[in-house]
């Protein structure tokens, strides 16, 4: 594998909206934490695909309900829809026992406030704006989605990792462009988790215990941000990218006295167009 020689950029930006981990990335110029770049597969059959924010919190009695609607939507379009649940707003602030788990992210709550998300639950399907509505009820979720025309990608993503150590895993982020392209992108990456059991407050039976239930199984659930919770930048309109132009960005991730279970993990990365918000292209890769 070729070596390249990347550095910690430790900026004060970095230590005020990314204290889970650190940004490797170019310039070269300076000798820094020298990683082993993975070779990358050939890309085969690029698919579009999209992502469901769900927004929800354990206090919030019909997100269950939601959670329902995004598994049923995953099992129809399956690898084509990714899903995060984002832990957000005092539905998901921490209580007594059993709700004294806190699930809040700086990543989420940026989200939120930036989509000025004031009712639980709600979601966005790639941040799409559906006739003037972007973030909407689970009841909506559905037909917007059916309403997507699929389109031919226009980007590829492919997400690799490293061996993880007791303290650390490196992810590396390839970026394909697929078309020219004159925009202004940044590329953010995540780490998501399942299989978290705790308490859920519930309103229908037909989705579990009423009023909650204690043993419930949060899913996608947003864990931490890799990239700075602004993103990287990618692509800057003015200066066009050309078709089949590659870019790879790698992190380290530290997973010392966190609660992650990697074995649950995935890590999710996503690109956003920074003037219209909207996500244009998506992948997750289990850890």
Not at 37 to 63: R, S, W
Not at 135 to 142: D, P
Request: hydrophobic letters at 40%; glycine letters at 4%.
């Amino acid at each position: 594998m070729k070596k390249i020689s990347f550095i910690f950029i430790l900026s004060l930006s970095i230590l005020l909206f990314n204290t889970q981990c650190d940004k490797i990335e170019k310039p070269y110029s300076e000798k820094g934490n020298e990683l082993d770049t993975p070779a990358f597969p050939a890309l085969q059959n690029v698919m579009q695909k999209y992502i469901l924010e769900d927004f929800t919190g354990h206090l919030c009695v019909n997100c269950p309900q939601a959670h329902v609607i995004a598994d049923e939507m995953k099992t129809v379009l399956g690898d084509t829809l990714i899903v995060l649940a984002i832990h957000s707003g005092n539905y998901a602030k921490p209580q007594i026992a059993p709700y004294e788990a806190d699930y809040r992210t700086e990543m989420g709550n940026l989200i939120s406030q930036a989509f000025q998300i004031n009712a639980w639950p709600a979601g966005m399907i790639s941040r799409k704006d559906f006739n003037g509505n972007r973030v909407l009820s689970r009841t909506a979720w559905k037909s917007s989605m059916a309403s997507i025309v699929r389109q031919v990608p226009t980007l590829a993503l492919q997400i690799l990792t490293s061996d993880p150590s007791e303290d650390s895993i490196n992810v590396f982020v390839k970026t394909t462009f697929l078309t020219p392209t004159d925009k202004n992108l940044r590329l953010y990456v995540v780490l998501s988790e399942s299989g978290i059991i705790s308490a859920q407050k519930n309103n229908s039976s037909t989705v579990g215990t009423t009023p909650e239930i204690l043993n419930y199984e949060h899913k996608h659930m947003l864990r931490t941000h890799i990239t700075p919770t602004e993103g990287n930048i990618i692509a800057t309109m003015g200066t066009p990218v050309q078709a089949n132009d590659t870019l790879i960005k790698g992190y380290t991730l530290y997973l010392k006295n966190k609660p992650w279970k990697l074995e649950n993990c995935s890590v999710i990365a996503f690109i956003s167009d920074n003037d219209t918000q909207e996500i244009l292209q998506v992948e997750e890769m289990e850890l």
